[in-house]
């Protein structure tokens, strides 16, 4: 085994362990025959980000399917597909609404609320296998946010629900839901992506306004101890306003065409156009518009590599790109799939025409 991974194994051992309270609906395996799939990284992802630079505001998107989810979703916040007949959502139960304040108290603009963080599995005919809650009754932070599977793991953030505030960086199995925390940063985060290549965590803030970058090559030994905060590598601003992403997938490093290199940060001279790259979906409230769109966008400098609006509604009316997203390729078609409601979750599944 690589050094690298050795003394990351270490310091997992070594971290806070959180046991998963689990709830089995399904006599089924949580991934078929425990044999887990490959991720975007190593499979479609560079179809994927070649069909995505197709794509336009005129792209024609036909509906393929909507299956119903079974039972109260909650809050869908992340979802990844895990192979071809699992999907893992990352939910939120809110029993406590938050209230904002009247001014900013300790940094953030509103009260802790209360809830719980979630992840369920689901088949691809919407019924549910197995929910574990993630989250302990009381815990301030029981936000879990956009998730990404990156072959092994799949990767969450369980942060306070409001801006400016702590969460907690953590992994789940998804053999058998056992999470694993492994440090503690001091702002809210909701996304998150792991680059497979270089080992390094990507995460976002509230409203995704910045990026934040861990290294587990470097801080395997390093991580602060529970309940104290890990400082990232680096920390980058989004420069772009077109959606606030709520859900991204890590779709590896890939050579992206010069025409798309609208601006030219010294790291790309140094690397040449092979970059690496996720796929995020979110919205934008504009006075009383929410605005739609999915992106690839830099994993190191935030830069979007090309955006689209996505127009598209649930039949409750809510923008296909409110909450969770993910992709796949078949036949040559770019598929995305979107699960855009609340408690009442349909996911739909759309071809890029």
Request: net charge negative.
């Amino acid at each position: 085994m690589h050094l690298s991974r050795l003394l990351l194994a270490a310091a997992l051992a070594a971290s806070s362990a959180a046991s998963s309270n689990v709830t089995i609906y399904s006599n089924e395996s949580f991934v078929p025959d425990n044999r887990l799939p490959t991720s975007h990284a190593t499979s479609d992802g560079g179809e994927i980000v070649n069909l995505f630079l197709q794509l336009s505001r005129s792209t024609t998107w036909k509906l393929i399917s909507k299956t119903k989810l079974e039972g109260d979703t909650g809050e869908p916040e992340g979802m990844v597909r895990v192979g071809d007949s699992r999907l893992f959502v990352s939910s939120g139960q809110w029993t406590v609404p938050t209230e904002k304040y009247n001014t900013t108290i300790n940094g953030t603009d509103r009260t802790t609320g209360a809830g719980f963080a979630h992840m369920i599995i689901y088949d691809l005919q919407g019924q549910r296998i197995a929910n574990a809650t993630l989250t302990a009754p009381g815990d301030i932070e029981y936000h879990g946010g956009g998730i990404d599977y990156d072959g092994r793991y799949i990767w969450i953030t369980i942060a306070q629900y409001r801006p400016n505030s702590t969460a907690t960086i953590a992994r789940i199995d998804p053999l058998n839901l056992e999470q694993t925390r492994l440090f503690r940063t001091h702002d809210h985060n909701g996304g998150i992506v792991h680059d497979t290549t270089t080992d390094e965590l990507v995460t976002l803030n509230w409203g995704a306004r910045n990026a934040t970058t861990w290294s587990l090559r470097k801080y395997p030994r390093r991580f602060t101890p529970f309940p104290g905060f890990t400082p990232p590598v680096r920390s980058v601003a989004n420069p772009s306003f077109f959606v606030d992403y709520q859900d991204c997938k890590f779709l590896g490093h890939h050579s992206i065409p010069s025409l798309v290199a609208f601006q030219n940060p010294s790291s790309w001279s140094r690397h040449g156009l092979v970059r690496p790259v996720m796929l995020c979906g979110g919205v934008a409230t504009i006075s009383s518009y929410n605005l739609g769109g999915l992106a690839l966008v830099d994993l190191e400098t935030m830069l979007p590599l090309w955006e689209v609006p996505i127009s598209l509604t649930s039949d409750l009316g809510v923008s296909l790109t409110q909450n969770p997203v993910d992709a796949q390729v078949v036949d040559g078609k770019l598929r995305v799939w979107f699960l855009p409601d609340q408690r009442n979750s349909t996911l739909y599944i759309y071809e890029a025409q």
